[in-house]
C-alpha cells in the first residue's frame, strides 16, 4: 500500500516547482566584482561594441591593401611613414595612399588604413620610408568595431552561474553591477537521540552528527545562504517548534533523521501539522532516499522538508531534490556529466529508481564507472565516489561494459 | 632564433616544479567544519573503528539467528521479549537463546544477540512474546564494529580538496581539525597604456581592463589567496617596482600585458632584474600563449610570471601553469575531463601546442566537442567555452569525428 503512495523523483520535482511558483528566487543587485558564484537574473546585452575603435592584432603598419599588390623581396613598396600609434591614445592621423603608420598590437588603426602588416615583412628603408616586402589582404589584422560584441549582442545568458570568464566579460563591457538571484536561505535541523557532536567520544549506542556538517557544506557548494545549524534530540515538540521558528525565516527548513519507523512517523506529522497539511511528498520511488518528505508551508512560504538520517541518502536526496530545485527556479542548466563505461553489473531495484554512487577510472581514451558499496551506506562510500549514476525505475538494471551517464556533485 | 629558446608546456612545468622546490606550501591547521575547498596536507586515518558499536540495519528484533531456523507463516518461532532498546543508549540486556530484543535502525544490538529480523516478519504474540515468520540468516541486518570503517584505516588521501562529503568523514570520526596547505598568495598586476577600469568610458584608443578581474577570479576558484591587484600604466620603473614590493610579501606575483614586442621586452627586463637573472622560461611553445615569462626569485622566495596581455591567452597559461603547478605542489589530481567527438576538424600550429576553447553538445548518449572560435582571442570566446582541450605540438590537428579529451577549467 505504501508504495502507492510515495512519488517518483519527476513528479516529486514537478510538485515542488508548482508550490514554490510564489517563492521564486528575489532578484538583487550585486557588484560584477563580487558577483562570483552567483546566478544571473537577467541576460545581460552589450551596451556598447567591442573593440569600440579599430585595433590591430599584431605589431605593424596600417596601410591601404590596394597599395601593398605586387609588393616582393625583390621589389618592395616603399611607403611615408605618416604617424606612430602608441598605446591608449587615439589615432589623429589618417593613411592615404603612399602613406602608412605604425600600429602596435591592440592599438587603433588610423583612420584611411583597411590592413595592417606585420612588422616582420617590412624594414624601415629611411627614417621616413618603409619597405614592405609582403602583399597584405584587405581587412588583415584588424579587428573592426563591434567584430568582438555588437551592440545589444546577448553576453551572457541569464542562468549562468557567473565564473571568471564572466567576471572577464563584464569588466570589459563596463557592467558594473548584475541583477542576481538571491540564494534561498536555508536552516538544517539534524534530529536523533543518537547524536552528539564530532567534539564529544560517542558512548555505546551514540554516533557523531555528520547531517549538519555535510549539508552545510553542500548548499553552501550549490550556492544558498545557509542561516542556521542546529542539532536537536528527538523530541517532537522541541523540534516542531524549531522547523516553525526555521520556517519563518529560511525559504528552506531540511529536517534530517528519523529513519526509524516510529520517527519518520514523527517527522511526516510534524510537516504535516507545520503546513497545515500541505504534505506535498510523502516517501519517493529512490533508492537510497525513499523516507523523505516534502511540505509547503503557504503562510510563512517556505518549504520544509524531512531527508533521511542516513547521510549518504540525505546528501542523495539534498543533491537530486532541493539541489535541482534551487538551479531549476534559478535557470540554471544541468550539471556537468559524461559517459563513462561500467565496470560491473548493477541491479536496479524493482518499482524505484536507484541512484548509485560511481568512482570514474581512465584507462585509454575512455572513462569507466565502478559502483562504490557500502553496506549500511555510510559516508566514506561518498568519499571515494567521484559521481552518481541513475537506474530508472522501470530498468532492470545496467550491464558491464555499458555506456551510462555519471552525473557530478554540485 | 627565437622558436629555439621557448619551452614546452611540459619543460615549463618541469622548471617550475624544480624551482619551486623550496616553496612548497606551507601546512597550516584548520578547523574540519571550516575546511571546505582546503587541500588536506595529510592522510587522514581513521582513530576509532566506526560504527564503533554494533548498529542495526532495520527497525526489528535481535535475536540468535539458530533460533529463527525452520520459521514459517504457519509455524513462527516464538522468542520472549528481554529489552527495547533506544536509540542513543547502549543495550544492558543480552539475547540469549529463545530471547530477543527490539532494536531501531541504528540503534546498538545486544550482546548474544547475532542478526536482526526485519519488524515486517513479526508479529506480537502477547504482551511479552514475539512470533518470528522467517528464518534470518547469521550477520543479517548487522553492521559489526569497523565495518564502514576499521580503526587506523586512510579514509581521506592527502591532496584531497574538501567536498560536503569530507567534511561529513571528519564528522563522524570526530576529526575536529586537520592540516591542509596554506594558500599561496598571489598578486596579480595588469599593465597597459590603454587600460581603464571598468567605470570609465574609454576614449578611442582606450580599453577597460579584464585581466584582474578575471585573473583574480580565477585565483580565487582554484583556492589561492588574493593578496592585491593593480593596474599601472606601461612606467617600467614604476612596474618594476611595484613587482618587487609585491615579490616581498606574495608567493607569486603576476604581471600581465605587453603583448606587443617592445613591451614584451620590458616585461622581460624587470622578471630578468628582480629574479636577479633567473628567468626559467622565456616563452612557450603554446598557442596561445607564447609571450609567456616566468622566473623564481630566490631572494624573496618567490615566482614572478608575465602573462601576455590578452585575456584568453593569460587565463590559459594562468590555467595550465599557475593552477597546475599549485595542484601539483598540493598533491592534487587532474582535474576533471570527459571524452568527446570532434564536430569540425582543428589543425595543429607548427612547433607549438595549441590550447582549443570548446562548447560541448550532448547529443544521444555522447558528448561532442565544438571549436570556439575568436578573432581576436577576446573574452566573449571563453563566456561560450564549456572546457579546452589540447593539440600536441608534433600533432598535424584532430579531426571531424575524431574522440578527444575535454578538460574543465578548474
Redesign the interface.
Known amino acids: 500500500m505504501e508504495l502507492l503512495k510515495v512519488d517518483t523523483i519527476e513528479s516529486a520535482r514537478e510538485k515542488l516547482i508548482h508550490a514554490m511558483q510564489e517563492k521564486k528566487p528575489e532578484k538583487i543587485r550585486v557588484e ?2 563580487k558577483s ?1 558564484g552567483y546566478v544571473l537574473a537577467e541576460d545581460l546585452l552589450a551596451q556598447e561594441p ?4 579599430r ?1 590591430s ?1 599584431v ?1 605593424g603598419y596600417a596601410v591601404k591593401s590596394a597599395d601593398t599588390t605586387g609588393a616582393s623581396e625583390n621589389l618592395p613598396v616603399l611607403l611615408e611613414i605618416v604617424e606612430e ?7 589623429h592621423g589618417s593613411v592615404k595612399n603612399g602613406t602608412c603608420a605604425y600600429v ?5 588603426i588610423p583612420e584611411g588604413a583597411d590592413a595592417v602588416v606585420m ?1 616582420e615583412y617590412c624594414e624601415m628603408f629611411d627614417k621616413h620610408h618603409l619597405a614592405v616586402y609582403d602583399p597584405v589582404a584587405y581587412g588583415k589584422n584588424v ?1 573592426s568595431v563591434g ?3 555588437r551592440r545589444g549582442e546577448l ?2 545568458k541569464k542562468g ?1 552561474r557567473i ?14 553591477d548584475a541583477m542576481v538571484y538571491e540564494p534561498w536561505t536555508i536552516t538544517i535541523l539534524s534530529t ?4 552528539v557532536p ?21 548548499a ?2 550549490c550556492g544558498l545562504k545557509v542561516q542556521n545549524v542546529m542539532v536537536y ?2 523530541d517532537r515538540e522541541v523540534i516542531k517548534e524549531a522547523v516553525v521558528q526555521s520556517l519563518n525565516r529560511s525559504d528552506l527548513v531540511i529536517l534530517s533523521g528519523g ?5 519518520k512517523d514523527a517527522t511526516s506529522q510534524i510537516i504535516d501539522e507545520v503546513t497545515d497539511g500541505n504534505t506535498l511528498v510523502r516517501g519517493l520511488a529512490l533508492k537510497p532516499g525513499k523516507p523523505s518528505i516534502f511540505g509547503y508551508d503557504r503562510s510563512r512560504a517556505a518549504l520544509a522538508a524531512g531527508l533521511p ?1 542516513h ?1 549518504v541518502a540525505a ?1 542523495l536526496v539534498f543533491e537530486l531534490l532541493i539541489v535541482w530545485l534551487y538551479k531549476h527556479m534559478t535557470h540554471q542548466k544541468e550539471g ?4 563513462a563505461r561500467m565496470t560491473a553489473n548493477l541491479a536496479g531495484a524493482p518499482g524505484r529508481a536507484t541512484c548509485q554512487l560511481v568512482r570514474l577510472l ?1 584507462k585509454e ?3 569507466y564507472a565502478e559502483p562504490v558499496y ?3 551506506g ?3 562510500t ?2 571515494k ?2 559521481g552518481y549514476l541513475m537506474i530508472g525505475q522501470n530498468q532492470e538494471g545496467v550491464k558491464k561494459d555499458q ?1 551510462v ?1 555519471v552525473f ?2 554540485s
Open positions: 560584477s566584482n562570483l567591442v573593440p569600440s575603435f585595433r592584432m605589431d600609434v602608441s598605446m591608449g591614445v587615439p589615432s602596435p598590437t591592440g592599438g587603433m612588422e579587428v567584430e568582438d560584441i553576453v551572457i549562468t565564473r571568471p570568464q564572466e567576471i572577464g566579460v563584464m569588466a570589459s563591457l563596463g557592467i558594473l536523533g537521540d543518537e547524536l564530532p567534539f564529544v567520544q560517542p558512548l555505546p549506542g551514540e554516533v557523531r552528527d555528520i547531517n549538519s556538517y555535510a549539508l552545510k557544506a553542500q553552501e557548494v534530540k528527538d529513519s526509524s519507523k516510529g520517527k538520517g547521510p546528501m556537468p556529466s559524461l559517459f581512465k581514451q575512455e572513462y557500502g553496506k549500511s555510510l559516508i566514506t561518498f568519499t565516489a567521484d555506456q551517464e557530478f556533485l
